[in-house]
């Protein structure tokens, strides 16, 4: 059961926030956050684990409500390096052998 | 340390040819997966493996086949390649499923065309 995200895309100016969201009709387990860059492999953000908490990394953030299965990814003042494509991936609680279900990314612009 | 290592990097081929796309790891990892990559479709799990000698089918397993002799490499191949399996094909390795060792880590990726 792939996760929803949005939005697709979004354009904003550097120093600007962003917020994405990423959400399932399955009861998850955990949630991940992976950035691409063009032309490269996925990189690892953060991992949410089940129990409703909130991480950090520099400026970049996320959340997740296990009640209603959704989790959000908050990147303040944006910088250029955050350009690419944001990936969330959930781990179902019925799931057999924890695999990851990917959604189908939202495209992030930060133009100077 | 390399960490994920996939080869080829770029590969041609035509309709029906076979090949093996091979992913290493040097993280002693437990759990290997196998993603294809396509256009507005994000990540779609092939095949995994939890541990050596053991594979798994995923999302999109039809007209592949892996296996995991050695804990380090994990092998997909297509015996008869289709151009719809067009796409750019991303290994990944984790050290276990289950709290902060789901984490995985991305190969640089193989990019397939199939004629």
């Known amino acids: 059961q792939q996760p929803v995200q949005s939005p697709q895309a979004v354009i904003l100016r550097e120093g600007e926030d962003a917020v994405i969201n990423c959400s399932s009709s399955?009861?998850?387990?955990?949630v991940h956050w992976y950035r691409q860059k063009h032309g490269e492999a996925p990189v690892f953000l953060m991992i949410?684990?089940?129990?409703?908490e909130q991480k950090g990394h520099d400026k970049i953030s996320a959340s997740f409500n296990e009640k209603k299965q959704q989790s959000s990814l908050y990147l303040t003042a944006s910088q250029l390096s955050y350009s690419g494509t944001y990936f969330c991936?959930?781990?179902?609680?019925?799931?057999?052998?924890?695999?990851?279900?990917f959604g189908s990314g939202t495209q992030l612009t930060v133009l100077p | 340390n390399a960490g994920v290592t996939q080869t080829p990097k770029f590969r041609v081929l035509k309709t029906g040819q076979s090949m093996t796309l091979l992913c290493a790891q040097d993280?002693?990892?437990?759990?290997m997966y196998w993603y294809r990559q396509d256009p507005g479709m994000g990540l779609r799990l092939i095949h995994y493996?939890?541990?050596?000698?053991?594979?798994a089918k995923g999302e999109v397993p039809d007209g592949y086949n892996v296996s995991r002799l050695k804990k380090q490499n994990f092998l997909l191949g297509l015996e008869s390649a289709a151009p719809s399996q067009t796409s750019v094909y991303f290994c990944?390795?984790?050290?276990?499923?289950?709290?902060?060792?789901?984490?995985?880590?991305f190969g640089p990726g193989t990019r397939l065309l199939v004629l």
């Open positions: 493996s939890v541990g050596e000698g053991t594979t």
């Open positions: 991936g959930t781990v179902l609680i019925s799931g057999s052998a924890r695999q990851l279900t």
């Open positions: 990944a390795s984790s050290y276990r499923a289950g709290g902060p060792g789901e984490t995985q880590y």
């Open positions: 949410l684990l089940k129990g409703g």
């Open positions: 993280m002693n990892h437990e759990y």
């Open positions: 399955k009861a998850l387990y955990s």
